[in-house]
């Protein structure tokens, strides 16, 4: 059988089961998608950086106020 690629969008907590199940049987795979590289690289500058000074971590209340300021 051909390999058949679909993207779906999964919004019953029972059809999460029913694919996990198919998972299980090995029916079925699910593909992580491609990091890009650029943000393999950003994500790994930052993380030396936070490691170097924990200091420039924020909590995750101050996290979301700057995304919301950012919209």
Same mark, same amino acid.
């Given at each position: 059988?051909?390999?058949?690629? @679909?993207?779906?969008? =999964?919004?019953?907590? @029972?059809?999460?089961?029913?694919?996990?199940?198919?998972?299980?049987?090995?029916? =079925?795979? =699910?593909?992580?998608?491609? =990091?890009?590289?650029?943000?393999?690289?950003?994500?790994?500058? $930052?993380? !030396?950086? @936070?490691? !170097?000074?924990? !200091?420039?971590?924020?909590?995750?209340?101050? /996290? /979301?106020?700057?995304?919301? $300021? $950012?919209?």
């Amino acid at each position: 059988m051909n390999n058949i690629v @679909y993207q779906i969008a =999964i919004k019953k907590e @029972y059809a999460a089961a029913i694919i996990e199940d198919l998972k299980l049987m090995d029916a =079925i795979d =699910i593909l992580e998608p491609p =990091i890009p590289q650029w943000q393999q690289d950003e994500t790994i500058k $930052r993380l !030396s950086a @936070y490691q !170097s000074n924990p !200091s420039l971590g924020i909590d995750e209340k101050t /996290f /979301f106020k700057q995304v919301e $300021r $950012r919209d």
